[in-house]
């Protein structure tokens, strides 16, 4: 026998009651790291193909110098809504259901990227703050001031083209 007391002896919802408050707390914190995000007033989607900075090559995606040749049919933007980051550059490409266009895929407020495009609204939205950007490049509301950097596309049957 040993002259050592013995240990505590936890009851089953002690225990729980407990891991469930370090669960809640670790959750909190994980939601609070990563900033503010304002309300979504609509469906969004994100990048079908080679979204983010994957710095993986892209299906369709052609970048040669400061020029960038996009098959519209194979990076997955032939359909109205439909957007594509480009992981090597700082451009989205939106296809705007009237044609598309090619803008900076930093937000002008704390660079923070652009990664969703709300199909309802025809707005990006920053996630890092709520600024959302109108495909031309305008700020919709703040707390951006500044436009987004537009770069002039051309397009020739399904590829287009754009310089950055």
């Not at 660079?111 to 600024?131: I, K, V």
């Not at 495909?135 to 537009?150: D, F, I, K």
């Given at each position: 026998?040993?002259?050592?007391?013995?240990?505590?002896?936890?009851?089953?919802?002690?225990?729980?009651?407990?891991?469930?408050?370090?669960?809640?707390?670790?959750?909190?914190?994980?939601?609070?790291?990563?900033?503010?995000t304002?309300?979504?007033?609509?469906?969004?989607?994100?990048?079908?193909t080679?979204?983010?900075?994957?710095?993986?090559?892209?299906?369709?995606?052609?970048i040669?110098?400061s020029s960038?040749?996009?098959?519209?049919?194979?990076?997955?933007?032939?359909?109205?809504?439909?957007?594509?980051?480009?992981?090597?550059?700082?451009?989205?490409?939106?296809?705007?259901?009237?044609?598309?266009v090619?803008l900076?895929?930093?937000?002008?407020?704390s660079?923070?990227?652009?990664?969703?495009?709300?199909?309802?609204?025809?707005?990006?939205?920053?996630?890092?703050?709520?600024?959302r950007?109108r495909?031309?490049?305008?700020?919709?509301?703040?707390?951006?001031?500044?436009?987004?950097?537009?770069y002039?596309?051309?397009?020739?049957?399904?590829?287009?083209?754009?310089?950055?």
């Open positions: 026998m040993s002259d050592s007391p013995l240990p505590d002896v936890v009851d089953r919802r002690a225990f729980v009651g407990t891991t469930a408050a370090y669960f809640v707390a670790a959750a909190l914190a994980a939601a609070c790291s990563g900033g503010t304002a309300p979504s007033s609509g469906p969004t989607t994100t990048p079908p080679g979204g983010g900075n994957t710095g993986t090559a892209q299906a369709g995606v052609t040669s110098g960038v040749s996009i098959n519209t049919t194979l990076a997955g933007i032939a359909t109205a809504g439909q957007f594509v980051i480009l992981s090597a550059t700082d451009a989205i490409v939106i296809n705007t259901g009237t044609g598309f090619a900076s895929k930093t937000c002008t407020h660079s923070c990227g652009l990664s969703r495009f709300n199909n309802t609204t025809s707005l990006l939205e920053c996630d890092c703050h709520g600024s950007f495909t031309n490049g305008q700020v919709a509301t703040g707390p951006a001031a500044t436009p987004l950097r537009s002039p596309v051309t397009v020739n049957g399904s590829v287009l083209t754009f310089s950055v």
